[in-house]
């Protein structure tokens, strides 16, 4: 993910500028490589460029300035005002393609080098070139602004970090300044002082790339772990389009797994089992409005299968069982994801016409041989979402309310600012030691 590798960058770039005598750490005149080495160098510098150049594409649509507008002279034409966000980017982009230095190959990049000085490079180059994938279009399409400020004030303090850096390998052999360095230092300078005005959302760092997520095959494990193996495999499960009759059993399942659970979670934290029972009763509500709905297409056995397994199992536990804290933090996971799914499939069922709203026509089903003639109904697709009141519960009740991080920004952050301004670490109080 995201927070990863720019951990991993921010805390190769602290120990780079936490090193001074370069040319002593790159062994020397004596050297036979150390001319190749500053050429490495840059090609590692290059990626790190590159990376912080396509972040700022990323984010620069979603950053607004935080000053105050100034008021407008009516005799005077005003200009476009440019952010301090746009001019980094600007500068980042002139620096990026003014080089003559190509990035780091995929063989420089995973081949381990002897020196320390161009093994941190290597790193931060390697950071910077998985990060690509977690901050590329996909993460620009679901990012918010307070998450493109926080992006933003990453790739501020990076800049920074490489225009000091810039300055203190000038001795360096085949050494190439970056190109306007001084307007990249104040550029990345007026940009995370704008950005430190706002509230940034470090939660960005749980965007990015994923593994694909597997089902737990195998025997069910004990206890409450099997509970949690089968509500995992359902939310694997349900990657795939449900039909309504399985749809209707998926969300009867999460009803009594909600209510089920509630009195297991009252004995360690009572906020969360009202949270619980409020969602037992905004799925037993669903359940009534997805009466009305019908639809054959899509599959869904294994998604009510894996539902059913975790109401069996969660239906064996004896009553005193105590939960384990980590268990139910898996569940409220799970829920989350799980509601936010369930959400997603109503609404896309209903905007395909995969999901019809079933009418009563008034007249009678005759001409079936019974005493009884039923009323006739009918299944017609639905012109507007306000008609179904399904949506309105989904959209209302069931997706889950997004829990903003704004503090606890990570470690390595507040390391590299410390790296910036050439403030030493914290010692370690070492123990007492006692006399013989």
């Given amino acids: 993910m995201y927070g990863e590798n720019g951990a991993a960058m921010r805390r190769e770039l602290a120990a780079l500028l936490r090193q001074h005598r370069i040319q002593l750490r790159l062994g020397g005149p004596s050297e036979p490589d150390r001319d190749g080495q500053g050429l490495q160098i840059r090609q590692y510098r290059q990626s790190v460029l590159i990376w912080c150049n396509q972040a700022m594409k990323a984010a ?154 597997k089902p737990i095959r195998g025997h069910a494990r004990p206890g409450i772990l099997g509970v949690l193996q089968a509500e995992h495999n359902l939310l694997v499960r349900l990657k795939s389009f449900p039909n309504a009759v399985n749809l209707r059993l998926v969300v009867d399942s999460q009803r009594l797994l909600s209510s089920r659970l509630a009195p297991f979670a009252a004995r360690v934290d009572q906020r969360l089992a009202q949270r619980w ?16 709905i019908g639809g054959q297409l899509g599959k869904g056995e294994l998604a009510a299968a894996e539902g059913a397994n975790a109401v069996s199992r969660l239906a064996a536990l004896a009553h005193d069982t105590i939960i384990d804290p980590r268990a139910l933090k898996g569940f409220e996971e799970l829920f989350d994801k799980l509601d936010e799914r369930i959400a997603d499939i109503v609404e896309d069922g209903v905007a395909r016409g995969a999901y019809l709203r079933r009418l009563t026509v008034p007249r009678l089903v005759t001409g079936t041989g019974s005493l009884v003639q039923p009323v006739r109904e009918r299944y017609m697709p639905v012109t507007r979402a306000s008609d179904l009141a399904v949506l309105q519960t989904v959209h209302t009740e069931l997706r889950p ?20 301004i050439h403030r030493p670490l914290p010692k370690r109080t070492k123990p007492d030691v006692q006399q013989m």
């Fill in 401 to 420: 309310r997004r829990r903003i991080q704004h503090a606890i920004p990570d470690p390595t952050r507040a390391e590299l600012h410390a790296a910036l």
């Fill in 277 to 292: 029972e409020s969602r037992a009763a905004t799925y037993s509500l669903i359940q009534q409005q997805l009466r009305d």
């Fill in 60 to 213: 620069s649509p979603l950053i607004f300035p935080n000053l105050p507008a100034k008021p407008a002279n009516p005799f005077r034409a005003d200009r476009p005002s440019v952010s301090a966000a746009g001019e980094l980017a600007r500068a980042l982009d002139n620096a990026t393609t003014q080089s003559s230095t190509p990035p780091a190959s995929t063989e420089l990049l995973t081949t381990p080098s002897g020196n320390e000085v161009v093994e941190h490079w290597r790193e931060a180059a390697r950071a910077a070139a998985l990060a690509e994938h977690d901050t590329g279009g996909e993460l620009a399409a679901h990012m918010d602004v307070p998450q493109a400020r926080a992006l933003v004030g990453d790739v501020a303090a990076i800049a920074q970090a490489l225009v000091v850096l810039d300055q203190r390998y000038r001795n360096t052999p085949d050494w190439e300044h970056l190109h306007q360095g001084a307007r990249l230092g104040w550029a990345a300078l007026a940009a995370a002082l704008d950005v430190s005005l706002g509230q940034p959302d470090y939660s960005i760092d749980t965007k990015g790339w994923r593994p694909r997520t």
